[in-house]
Structures are given as C-alpha cells and as structure tokens.
C-alpha cells in the first residue's frame, strides 16, 4: 500500500526543505551570498571566534560539506575578500582558514539573516520541538 504525497513524510520533508532553501536563498542574495558559502563562512568566523584557525578539512566537517566541494567554494570567498587562506606550518599541504574584516563584518548580518528566516519558517512548529526531532534524524544511523 503506497502512501499519497501528502502522507509521505519523505516527500514533506523534501518540500519543505525546498521551500525552507528558498527563502535562505532569498535573505542571503541581497548579502552576496549563496547558501552554502553562507555556512562555510558563518563555521569560519564562529570557529576563528573561538579561537580556531580550522584547515578546510576541519571546516568541511564542522560544516558537513564535502570536502573537494568546500575548498572549491573556500576559493569564491576568498576571490570575495570575505576569508584568507594561510598554509599551515605544520603542514603545508593544509591551509587554515581565517575571515578578513570584511568577512567579520558579514557574518554576523548574514547570521541574522537566516535566523530571521528560520524564525519565521519554523514558528508554526514549537522550536523546542523542532529542534529535537531535527537533532534526532540527523544523529540517526542507517
């Protein structure tokens, strides 16, 4: 017995990230952004404000991208002004990752940005709630 759409919570969930991407993609335009820049940069300058010069493998995983994809994207950035990359003198195949003043200064309106969006996105849910069930199937194992 197959579900209707509108049962599936596969294919709910599919709409409602598309709508949910929309709308991220909507707040972080007017800043220059895509969304995925937007995480690599806001998980830069959250990690340099704790006092971490991550390398992009270290950034990848914190921002659960992959890795080829997030150097290619740490290159839009830095082409941007918004980061710089050093080589690491421990490791010069690595390099370790640090926003510019420029980035600093975006980061935190960006930050804003889709926290506005998810505030509005998600207020028919308690947060709380959401929250929790997200954490959930995100931790899950297959």
Request: include cysteine; charge should be neutral; glycine fraction near 6%.
């Amino acid at each position: 017995m197959s579900l209707a759409p509108g049962e599936s919570p596969g294919f709910l969930l599919w709409h409602a990230t598309l709508r949910w991407q929309r709308e991220i993609a909507a707040a972080l335009g007017p800043l220059g952004l895509t969304h995925v820049q937007f995480v690599l940069l806001a998980c830069t300058w959250w990690l340099n404000t704790h006092d971490e010069r991550p390398n992009q493998l270290a950034l990848a995983r914190q921002a659960g991208t992959d890795v080829k994809m997030t150097s290619q994207v740490l290159r839009a950035l830095e082409t941007k002004g918004l980061i710089e990359r050093d080589i690491d003198p421990a490791d010069t195949r690595a390099k370790r990752l640090r926003v510019t003043s420029a980035g600093a200064e975006l980061a935190p309106r960006a930050i804003a940005a889709v926290e506005e969006v998810d505030a509005r996105f998600f207020d028919p849910v308690v947060r709380d709630d959401a929250v929790a069930l997200l954490g959930r199937l995100t931790r899950r194992e297959s």
